[in-house]
């Protein structure tokens, strides 16, 4: 186990390792990506423990990112715990690459689902968790979608069948950024009241700022505990957080940084982590 100020700490390098990734593939994702990682820090070092053993052992407890085009931030985690190299990290969307511009499970079965047409890897992770509970397994499974993401009429369908099956088994993680590709949430397609919506669909719904470590070890220790229902953690985070030009802006989801852009960037992460 991690202290939180380690946590911390790896996420902010991870940040780095984002932004140098995107900057040698000269495309993809950073908004996302850096809005997740914090979570994703906590989650694949703290909660499920993922190391290279126990990648593919078949108890593993399963971890589904339906926001696809954040998987840089995901890369970067496999590469801090061994499970693909720091080089390979730099052949970010390469032609012939295992790290593809979003999740491609048939090349890197760490994955676990290939996903990025959003709205479908939440159905994926539904189906494992109940496939989970039909063969009496211990697993659990974590999915984190995106809040454009929940634009899609399939996450509804998702949302809808997880609690008529007690999914109890079944985490997902919504990176509550308040922006997607177009622009705002609010207006492109407003999702509030979240949380109500949510709770009126029977789920166990969880509040949290998502870059608080203090808040993200809480809500994933009442998760695990909380039986007969599935368990929604609604998080609250900042695109392009800790890259104080990429904070909130809507132009920073789907592009890589310039030379002068990455090193500014390397500069304020490596101030955070001294
Ligand atoms: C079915 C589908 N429609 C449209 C897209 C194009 N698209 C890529 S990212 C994105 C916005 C996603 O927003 P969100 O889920 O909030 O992700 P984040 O802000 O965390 O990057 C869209 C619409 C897609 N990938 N799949």
């Avoid at 509970?133 to 009429?153: A, F, H, N, P, S």
């Amino acid at each position: 186990m991690y202290s939180l100020q380690e946590l911390q700490k790896i996420a902010n390098e991870l940040r780095i390792d984002i932004i140098k990734a995107l900057h040698a593939a000269n495309s993809g994702h950073p908004g996302g990506s850096l809005s997740a990682i914090d979570i994703l820090t906590y989650l694949f070092f703290n909660e499920i423990k993922r190391t290279k053993e126990n990648a593919l052992d078949p108890n593993r407890d399963r971890f589904v990112l339906s926001k696809g085009h954040g998987v840089p931030a995901l890369y970067a985690v496999f590469a801090r715990i061994g499970l693909i190299s720091q080089d390979e990290l730099m052949n970010l969307r390469q032609l012939g690459s295992r790290i593809q511009g979003h999740p491609s499970f048939q090349d890197l079965p760490y994955l676990e689902a290939s996903s990025g047409s959003l709205g479908q890897g939440l159905s994926i992770a539904v189906g494992m968790a109940m496939a989970g509970k039909l063969d009496k397994k211990d697993y659990r499974v974590y999915c984190m979608i995106g809040d454009g993401e929940t634009q899609e009429g399939q996450i509804w369908e998702a949302f809808l069948s997880a609690p008529k099956f007690k999914l109890d088994n079944l985490c997902v993680i919504l990176d509550y950024n308040k922006s997607q590709i177009d622009g705002f949430i609010k207006d492109v397609l407003d999702i509030e009241p979240y949380i109500n919506k949510l709770k009126a669909f029977n789920w166990h719904t969880l509040e949290i700022d998502g870059h608080d470590f203090e808040q993200i070890k809480s809500a994933f220790d009442k998760a695990k505990t909380f039986k007969e229902k599935p368990t929604i953690i609604v998080a609250h985070t900042i695109k392009g957080k800790s890259v104080s030009f990429m904070e909130d802006k809507n132009e920073w989801h789907g592009k890589a940084p310039n030379d002068k852009e990455t090193e500014l960037a390397i500069k304020e992460l490596e101030k955070l982590i001294k």
